[in-house]
C-alpha cells in the first residue's frame, strides 16, 4: 500500500475578524508526498499570508524532505516578518522536532485553538508594525 499524505486546507477568523489560513495534514509526510504539502504551503504563500497555522496532529512520520518544506515556508514567511505556527504535533513528530533541533526554531502550541489564538496576535502585531512604519 503506498504511503498517502491528505491535506486540508481553509480559513478560519477569530473574534477579532482576523482571517488565518489553517493548513491540516494527516498521513506521511516524506519524499513521496511532500510535494502534496508543498503545493498547499505554496498557494498559501501566494495569497500574501502573514501567519499560516501547520496542523500535524495527524502526520504519523516526518522525513527530512518534510523538515526540509517547513523550514522553507517559514524562512519565506520570516522574510515577510510573517510566522508559521506549528500545532498540535504527533508525539512521533514532535520527537523527530526535538532529536534534529527544531523544536526551538519554530513557534509550537499543543492545540488548534492556542494556535489560532497565538496566530491572531502574531497578525496584529504586524499590522501594528506597519502601521507604524507608514
Known amino acids: 500500500m503506498p504511503a498517502s499524505l491528505v ?4 480559513t ?7 482571517a488565518i489560513p489553517i493548513i491540516q495534514a494527516s498521513g ?13 504551503l505554496l498557494r498559501t504563500l501566494h495569497s500574501a499570508a502573514k501567519v499560516i497555522i501547520l496542523d500535524l496532529s495527524e502526520v504519523t512520520y516526518i522525513s527530512s524532505s518534510g523538515l526540509r518544506v517547513l523550514l522553507t515556508c517559514r524562512r519565506q514567511l520570516r522574510e515577510r516578518q510573517g510566522e508559521l505556527i506549528l500545532c ?6 514532535r520527537d523527530v ?5 527544531f523544536t526551538a526554531l ?17 497578525v496584529r502585531k504586524i499590522e501594528s508594525r506597519a502601521g507604524g512604519n507608514t
Not at 28 to 40: H, M, N, P, Y
Not at 97 to 101: A, E, N, P, T
Not at 106 to 119: C, K, N, S, Y
Open 7 to 10: 491535506v486540508h486546507e481553509f
Open 106 to 122: 519554530f513557534g509550537i502550541v499543543d492545540t488548534l485553538e492556542q494556535a489560532r489564538h497565538v496566530a491572531a496576535e502574531t
Open 12 to 18: 478560519a477568523e477569530d473574534d477579532g475578524g482576523v
Open 88 to 93: 498540535a504535533l504527533s508525539q512521533n513528530v
Open 28 to 40: 506521511r509526510l516524506d519524499a513521496g508526498t511532500v510535494s502534496i504539502l508543498e503545493r498547499a
Open 97 to 101: 522536532f526535538d532529536m534534529v533541533g
